[in-house]
């Protein structure tokens, strides 16, 4: 009768008890699942062991009563049970005896410390994300009870999942960057060009462009993007910072034992750590702000004082192989310009090494930018702090300051796209924007620094960080429709909905918001929608270089690739044709360059005008190489603009001996322009003039 009586008011209690899949944690990592409690919790650990795939817990605390191991009768044992959610899966165990989970001592005094804890085998979990949420009840042998206590949840990541998670990324991006090298080869059509131009986009159709994109650093960004939002301090799901840390590898975050053991020397002691940074279990023990930098880097390997110097230290190795390579090159350069001067040339080398430069740090803006500010608000070494600003003023702000005032100064925009060195240079920023949109960058920039700023600044203020990101997301996406940047539309497309995926990714994040009380069951569904969104960008990110790898190989889809601003059929690599002069006979009989070949930074503006448009009577540069000098030299002198539909020609009021120096050749006339059918994609024959 009393085993009776006894089931009867487990089953009480555990109908009164809040649904495991309904708990609300707070701060804490428990929560308690009755109104009242006769065990005051004072700690709480928990510990999800991979290996043995087992949820060990230990709970601290002082009980207001005595609990004996067995009742007066001694027919009834005190009793307890635990059970555990895994995803959306119910586990329930079967009630045991009390006595073997107390550590200290049983039978249990009131008003002593007492540590009940147990280690669990679980069954095999087959979700390759999931939360693990445990459950412990005690009940005394008169059927009263003693404690029911919800444990915080613990993070599982499935092994082979978490590879797939770290190297189908990295695949995709190798993926992309050989393709969009094929493309810029398929669309070298004139083997005479300089081969460092393949890093410029020199003279490339807005088509061939597309052909490239999504690329290398698109893939990067958005790593960097999944990161970003991991450092926030919102309070995930715990599998969620376990999927963003798999691309730790964008940020340039690699734990390492030398590098750790070099850090440990000059770090401050770990007493200057946060409270809970160094329990990976005990995250939500008290009540802290700023832990969001901190849960991402425990499942990194790194500790919170490392990420900084790590970037950094990665971040300059990367920097210099890129710089080593570069000075080999120009040394093979050197060497074929002495045995072959007319085809050789080395004087690019050192535009080409400062692109490739300049590439390397915008590549990594984003990283560079969090963790110096995130540096900046940690106590530490004052060499380590100025370093984070010297990171910060000279190369993340003074360097694309600097690179903006030259680029805006320039007038017309088409020199910057003509001009072979400023497209060795700074092209990287601007080369697959028009003419008059190359100022994006700026907007590109600004919005990187934002984003980082709020991630390292404000990790106290989780709603300041969301509020601040969710706007920035959106401005820089409405910029984007609305300027139509790119010099393809199809690629303004493109860009335009992973803009719209990210927004909607950040916008999830105000679910997780502590004053919209978000059930943990709630919160794993918005985080497996989150990471279904990144799942689906990557994909894109992968089918579409698979598209692009068809049609290179192939040549399918010339009618859509041949048009106003299309490459011809021939981009079709068994199908390029290669003639030493890179001229073939036209309809006349004269010898004109092939068609959908570009010779110069006219064809270049008219492509990316988006419609056709014939060169102007006379090129506005006839040096390609004093292109520069040229119109730095004419800057200072008054300008006649005249215009024909069309086409705007800026020419500098000079005399003849101005006009000499500067190989300018002025038309006294504006000169007649003859326009060609919308598919004709092709110079103005020299008898039009």
Known sequence: MSAWLFLLALFLVSVKAVPLDATLFGSNNFTYCQPQSNFSITSVHRLYDLSSNTYAFNISGIPSMTVDNLNKNQTVFSTAKFEVLIGFTHVAGQPHRLCPDVLTSCPVTQGNNVTLGMAVPLPEITLPLADIIGRYSAWTADQGSLTCVSLAPVGYQNPTWKFIF???????????????????????????????????????????????????????????????????SLPYPVFYRLFASNFAWSFLLFPTRWLNNALVAIHMPPSSLPSNASVADDERAINVTGTGMANLTMPIGLDINDLFLTCLIFFLF?????????????????????????????????????????????????????????????????????????????????????????????RPPSVIYSDTALLLRYGSLYNTFTDDKFYFFIVIVVYKLIVGAMAGLFQANSIGQLVVIILAEAVFLVTHIMKQPHCDQHINHQYSVFGAIRLIIVLLNLAYLDVFHTLDRDKQCIAYTQVALHCLVFLLMFALPVKNLVVLMTGLGDDELHGSSRPPASMAVWRRQYRPTGMEPDDTGEMSPRHGRSSGNITERSSRAGSPIPPPHGPLYSSPGSSRDNFRASRSTTMLVYTNDDITVAEPLMNNEQRASNHVVQPATAPEVEYMAPNAYSPVSPAAK
């Open 318 to 410: 990367v920097f210099s192989l890129c710089i080593f390579m570069c000075c080999v090159l120009w040394i093979v350069m050197l060497c074929l310009h002495r045995a072959k001067p007319d085809r050789f040339n080395a004087d690019k080398m050192k535009d080409f090494s400062l692109g490739i430069a300049l590439r390397v740090v915008m590549l990594f803006y984003l990283p560079l930018v969090t963790t110096a500010f995130y540096q900046l608000m940690l106590r530490a070494r004052w060499y380590i702090l100025t370093l984070a600003a010297i990171v910060l003023v000279f190369p993340l702000f003074l360097l694309p300051g600097y690179i903006a005032f030259v680029l805006l100064g320039i």
């Open 166 to 232: 770290i190297f189908l990324p990295v695949g995709f991006t190798l993926f992309a960057a050989l393709i969009s090298f094929l493309a810029s080869f398929a669309s070298l059509t004139d083997v005479r060009r300089d081969i460092l131009l393949f890093t410029s986009n020199y003279a490339m159709l807005p088509a061939a462009l597309r052909l490239k994109t999504p690329g290398f650093f698109d893939l990067i960004y958005h790593a960097q993007f999944i990161v970003m939002t991991g450092q926030l």
